[in-house]
């Protein structure tokens, strides 16, 4: 058994100051680290690295061609739909493309996506199911009885 | 300004069901919920969710085409170095791809990969820089002084 834990995801980019920067400019401080190869950024529970796209590759042994999506989409919920449209309004200042406006969407929530200097999906969203807790954490029902 | 929070990861995958099945195998509980589409775990910090390759692109309004390396790991910290031997050799009894077995590697850890069924990357590692908090959360040196 693993321990039901996820302590970092990095992001394999093509231009870490460029990364660095759009993610400093949404607000977010790295770690004091003295390394101009990667960035650490503690994400409230969770670790945000960044790192090179080809280096990320070559460190697990894969091949580093690949393209289109990515199959994978960041979360940043927020209290209310306000919050939301303010967050893409300034994550759009900050040189993000806003791949969708927020919206009404089907589950109940309101959510729109931009994506970062290299196309990663970030949604931003609120969602009054899973209410965030005193932390900025998102809730979930407990798993089913065993 | 944006809260520095990653509330949620998703991934898109080919088929939930299987995708399910590994993540129970290696341990992690999923949160109960009435809906066969989608798949949510409590990571212990942040909430990794499991979805459609396809409804995901959807749902971000971006063509679903994509192929080869993703571009992104997940992470997964332990206590040390035997720790990491166990879980990837656990996680290779319930299906995992062992892309890299675990070895000491140039930022003075330990650490290897392993791929899901959809080749998603698991970095397994034990990371001595950065010990893990009393509630199994990565420690960062704080940001640097503005």
Partial sequence: MLPQRLTM???GVSNIARSA???????????EFDSPDVRFFDMNGVVLGL????????????????????????ALNLANEQAVD??????????????????????GGYSGYFADPDGRLWEVAF?????????GRMTLPPPAAQ
Avoid: M
Avoid at 96 to 102: D, G, Y
């Fill in 51 to 74: 790192y090179g796209h080809d280096a990320l590759a070559k460190d697990a042994t894969v091949e580093p061609q690949g393209q289109g999506f990515r199959g994978v989409a960041l």
């Fill in 21 to 31: 920067s759009f993610y400093e400019a949404l607000g977010f401080r790295p770690a």
């Fill in 86 to 107: 303010d967050a893409l309004a300034f994550a759009e200042d900050c040189g993000a493309e806003i791949k969708k406006p927020a919206e009404k969407v089907f589950w």
């Fill in 127 to 135: 969602n009054p199911h899973s209410p965030l807790d005193e932390n």
């Fill in 9 to 11: 995801i990095t992001l």
